[in-house]
């Protein structure tokens, strides 16, 4: 490898680590439950604490990155993110296991808010093309990577280790960041958009975890209601503050693009659609037919593996193609991948899920690399930390959305199924999503859990292809004509 490509590899290896995690940790609860002593519900929230640190906090973290100095704050980031996976690891408790995710969510959104900068502003010409396609590789590969490699681990060690074995890694990484990474920030940055990001921290945290509570309490909520109605209050006075001030973090002319809003749209959905749903297939794997942990893993693999490749092949032809093709081409991929897996009967066994998980993959891998260089060719390279918050604020949003509302739909899928057979669907339900669908008739949590999943699986794909046709006709003026983004939004 030549010396130019190690800040490539200093990059991906942070941004492998924060997305690997939410795969790993999904198909490690079952056995976190049992070995704290917790429900599968309640260990949602280290899911859920994790993906609500980072949606709140990767816009802000991108403005702060572009003031103070990128390779700083990814430096900062890393070392939070090793130190709260050793507390993670050693947590004795649910309750500081949960503290600890949320720690590592901060310090994950320090990471990812600054990677695609750093690279923006590493790299030139077709060599930009090249490791944004690496870096979107990485990451189509990493969620499903962190299952297989989740499993293994729990498996043939402790669930512990899942978050311990991210120490050494966060200390090479910062080693070799600090050896092969030049500093970059915006010039014109003069402050902290305070107000800015206050707002939208808040903001974004309390729908996020409206959503999360909706869908473990119901949408009638009083307090998820609550919640919900106070984090968009606080949005539309972020978005009022960002129209009138002169030091905004996030240029809302950036929207007047339909390009833009469709690229923004589309990294909403693909979390949605392509991982929404991970963690209740892994546990259908696992509690109904009886797969270890590794053994789920092993299924999932054709996601993260044919995204990798597919990024891969994808990344040096960037330069030329347009990313709007490529984006909404790859969201295609995605919902009809969702809706090739939505088939299972009480009767399905594990292969029933791999043509689907195969185009899921493909779309991915596709999609990813392509919508990284479509958002960072809107701005000028010193805004770079501005653009990569956006695009990844909404992707990690998506994530944490589709965690609440696919459970949700999974909830009530599998209820309905149960609905008049059962004294109390409702908590056999809870039963099923606990990991313990062996005190249910097998028949029946078989036939219910599929119901359930394919409900997932539905909305998933319809998400998926919503947001590929809304990519493919809304259309803008290009504003940026560099030749590495093609057709730039």
């Known amino acids: 490898m030549t010396s130019k490509w190690w800040p490539l590899v200093a990059v991906c ?7 690997m995690q939410a ?3 999904a198909v490690a609860l079952p056995d976190m439950a049992g070995d704290l002593g917790a429900t599968f519900s309640s260990l949602q929230w280290v899911l859920d604490g994790y993906a609500l640190a980072l949606a709140a906090l990767l816009l802000g973290a991108g403005s702060l990155a572009d003031l103070v100095g990128r390779r700083r704050m990814y430096v900062a980031g890393l070392a939070l993110f090793g130190l709260a996976c050793l507390a993670c690891g050693l947590a004795p ?3 500081l296991l949960v503290a600890a995710s949320v720690a590592q969510g901060v310090g994950a959104a320090i990471m990812f808010a600054t990677t695609m900068a750093l690279l923006n502003s590493t790299y030139q010409g077709r060599d930009r093309g090249v490791a944004f396609g690496v870096w979107g590789a990485v990451n189509g590969a990493a969620a499903g990577a962190g299952v297989l490699l989740g499993g293994v681990v729990t498996e043939h060690g402790s669930w512990r280790a899942v978050f311990l074995a991210n120490v050494p890694l966060a200390i090479a990484a910062i080693a070799l960041t600090l050896a092969v990474l030049t500093e970059s920030r915006d010039p014109r940055s003069r402050r902290v958009d305070v107000s800015g990001t206050t707002t939208f921290t808040l903001g974004a945290g309390a729908l996020t975890y ?7 309490y119901g949408w009638a909520d009083a307090a998820a209601l609550a919640w919900a109605a106070a984090g968009l209050v606080a949005l539309t006075v972020f978005v009022v503050l960002q129209a009138r001030g002169g030091n905004a973090m996030l240029d809302l002319k950036l929207f007047r693009s339909p390009r833009f809003v469709g690229i923004m749209i589309a990294a909403m959905a693909l979390s949605v659609s392509a991982f929404g749903y991970l963690a209740y297939t892994s546990l259908w794997l696992q509690s109904l037919l009886g797969l270890g942990a590794a053994g789920a893993g092993l299924v999932l693999l054709p996601l993260s593996g044919i995204a990798f490749v597919a ?27 969702a809706l090739a897996q939505a088939v299972l009967d009480a009767g399905s066994g594990w292969a029933a899920l791999l043509p689907g998980l195969s185009l899921t993959g493909l779309g991915v891998g ?13 701005v000028a390279p010193e805004r770079g930390g501005m653009a990569a ?29 149960m609905t008049g057979r059962l004294a109390d669907p409702a908590g056999a339900t809870d039963l099923l999503a606990s990991g313990q669908a062996g005190l249910l008739p097998g028949a029946l949590a078989r036939a219910a859990f599929a119901g359930g999943l394919n409900a997932a699986y539905l909305v998933a794909g319809v998400a998926g292809l919503v947001a590929g046709v809304l990519v493919l006709v809304l259309r803008g003026r290009t504003r940026d004509r560099r030749p590495v983004y093609g057709a730039a939004v």
């Open 13 to 19: 290896m942070g941004a492998f680590m924060l997305l």
């Open 366 to 378: 596709i999609c990813s690399p392509a919508m990284s260089s479509a958002a960072m060719g809107a």
């Open 311 to 337: 990024a891969l092949v994808a990344g040096p032809y960037l330069h030329r193609a347009d990313p709007r093709v490529l984006v909404g081409g790859g969201m295609l991929l995605i919902g009809a991948g």
């Open 389 to 417: 918050g956006a695009l990844n604020t909404f992707r990690q949003l998506g994530q944490a959305f589709g965690v609440a509302v696919l459970g949700s739909v999974f909830r009530a899928g599998a209820e309905g199924r």
């Open 23 to 25: 795969g790993a940790v």
């Open 93 to 95: 408790s649910i309750g």
């Open 210 to 216: 409206a959503l999360i509570r909706a869908g473990e």
